[in-house]
């Protein structure tokens, strides 16, 4: 029996391709996901034996589910994608599978052919390489889904972030917004040289930064302009160092 993950933030999406898996008496759907963060812990908990992966969801798309899964430990997938043809070349060039929007039963069928026959190994290489390719494509804004509601925050208003249980708060020109997101998964979307990780919780803008005091212990007390005070652990000590350098 192949168990199947399904991910995509439209439910009619979901029920689609649903029903196409189910009309295969050896396939058991065993988990829907609605957006990046909940299908990198479906992955994790289920362990399917291959995902159909919506590329374009907010908050953390497809590329960025497999860049914190890791190619290596990802299983076998099946882009799903309303792309245009130009970066359709790029999953043609890595010989990674897909289906497009909306999916078409042949298609549909021929992925799953060759995603029944193809190991995890050798898919690997080819998902490091397209990960790779999206990785220098980083977001102006961020999309945040809360209260029925959704919000855009400009990636250039964001003083710091910190992580709060299953979330992430984000201070941003006086106002805090609440995503449900990973510190990990939302430090791949903003700049290296425009924010900084000082502990595992707490990503900061480095412009925001007004005076950095070094503490005995090879921590550091950070001042922002805010008037907001965070120190770092000692295991970003490195990084502090390069930033006062």
Same mark, same amino acid.
């Given at each position: 029996?192949?168990?199947?993950?399904?991910?995509?933030? @439209?439910? *009619?999406?979901?029920?689609?391709?649903?029903?196409?898996?189910e009309s295969h008496a050896d396939i058991d759907v065993a988990g829907e996901a609605g957006s990046g963060p909940a299908a990198v812990?479906?992955?994790?908990?289920?362990?399917?034996?291959?995902?159909?992966?919506?590329?374009?969801?907010?908050?953390? $798309?497809?590329?960025?589910? =497999? &860049?914190?899964?890791?190619? #290596?430990?990802?299983?076998? =997938?099946?882009? =799903?994608?309303? /792309? $245009?043809?130009?970066?359709?070349?790029?999953?043609?060039?890595?010989?990674?599978? /897909?289906?497009? !929007?909306?999916?078409?039963? $042949?298609?549909f069928e021929r992925a799953l052919e060759r995603a029944r026959s193809r190991k995890p190994n050798d898919l690997a290489e080819k998902? #490091?390489?397209?990960?790779?390719?999206?990785?220098?494509?980083?977001?102006?804004? *961020?999309?945040?889904?809360?209260?029925? !509601?959704?919000?855009?925050?400009?990636? &250039?208003? +964001? %003083?710091?972030?910190? &992580?709060?249980?299953? /979330?992430?708060? +984000?201070?941003?020109?006086?106002?805090?917004?609440?995503?449900?997101?990973?510190?990990?998964?939302?430090?791949?979307? *903003?700049?290296? $040289?425009?924010?900084?990780?000082?502990?595992?919780?707490?990503?900061?803008?480095?412009?925001?930064?007004? @005076?950095? !005091?070094?503490?005995?212990?090879?921590?550091?007390?950070?001042?922002?302009? %805010?008037?907001?005070r965070v120190v770092s652990a000692r295991r970003f000590r490195e990084t502090m160092e390069k930033l006062v350098s």
């Amino acid at each position: 029996m192949l168990r199947v993950l399904i991910v995509d933030d @439209e439910p *009619l999406a979901r029920r689609g391709l649903r029903r196409l898996l189910e009309s295969h008496a050896d396939i058991d759907v065993a988990g829907e996901a609605g957006s990046g963060p909940a299908a990198v812990e479906a992955i994790q908990s289920l362990n399917p034996d291959l995902v159909f992966l919506d590329i374009q969801m907010p908050e953390m $798309d497809g590329l960025e589910v =497999v &860049a914190t899964i890791t190619p #290596e430990k990802m299983p076998p =997938v099946v882009f =799903v994608t309303a /792309y $245009d043809k130009y970066a359709l070349d790029a999953f043609d060039l890595n010989a990674a599978d /897909y289906v497009l !929007k909306p999916v078409d039963p $042949d298609r549909f069928e021929r992925a799953l052919e060759r995603a029944r026959s193809r190991k995890p190994n050798d898919l690997a290489e080819k998902l #490091e390489k397209l990960v790779q390719g999206a990785r220098p494509q980083r977001r102006e804004r *961020l999309v945040i889904r809360s209260a029925g !509601k959704i919000q855009f925050v400009n990636v &250039a208003d +964001i %003083d710091w972030i910190v &992580a709060e249980d299953n /979330y992430v708060r +984000i201070h941003a020109a006086g106002k805090t917004f609440l995503m449900r997101e990973t510190v990990t998964g939302i430090a791949q979307r *903003l700049a290296e $040289d425009e924010f900084v990780r000082i502990r595992r919780s707490t990503i900061v803008r480095i412009d925001r930064i007004t @005076e950095i !005091k070094p503490l005995l212990n090879g921590t550091f007390e950070i001042l922002l302009n %805010d008037g907001t005070r965070v120190v770092s652990a000692r295991r970003f000590r490195e990084t502090m160092e390069k930033l006062v350098s």
